[in-house]
């Protein structure tokens, strides 16, 4: 079995505690559904969020999904002008069977926009009713 990296990034509408929440959970969800991987093939993750979010950690989703004996940090996005705001990534090491071309990263919400290069993403776009999604 091999270790690989797979990646997520969310972004949130408001800083919220139950948005980071909800929208964390959402991420390593998908990143588990996308890639078939549980709890146990998880090694560890590291989430970053961007400064302007502050309402809670998000590994405290992740705890709360069950990752209570998986080694989990937070940090801080470096401060890049221009950037996405309210953003959370995560990079999770994990034990899989998969090739490394075969291993989907899971992008949401605004945080689609972000890697559209990667070949094997999976993209949650928010949707937009009344205009472009970057308006």
């Not at 588990?32 to 405290?60: G, R």
């Not at 940090?73 to 990534?89: K, T």
Request: glycine share 4%; aromatic share 4%.
């Amino acid at each position: 079995m091999a270790v690989r990296a797979v990646r997520g990034a969310t972004q949130l509408d408001s800083d919220t505690r139950e948005q980071m929440l909800d929208r964390v959970a959402e991420m390593v969800r998908g990143v588990m559904e996308a890639n078939d991987i549980t709890v146990d093939d998880f090694i560890s993750i590291i989430f970053t969020s961007t400064s302007d979010l502050t309402s809670e950690f998000p590994a405290y989703a992740a705890r709360i999904l069950g990752f209570h004996d998986v080694p989990l940090v937070c940090a801080r996005e470096l401060e890049i002008e221009g950037s996405m705001p309210r953003v959370v990534r995560m990079m999770a090491h994990v034990e899989t069977d998969l090739p490394r071309a075969d291993v989907t990263h899971v992008y949401l919400h605004g945080a689609a926009n972000l890697r559209r290069d990667l070949t094997k993403v999976r993209e949650v776009p928010d949707e937009v009713a009344d205009g472009p999604a970057d308006a």
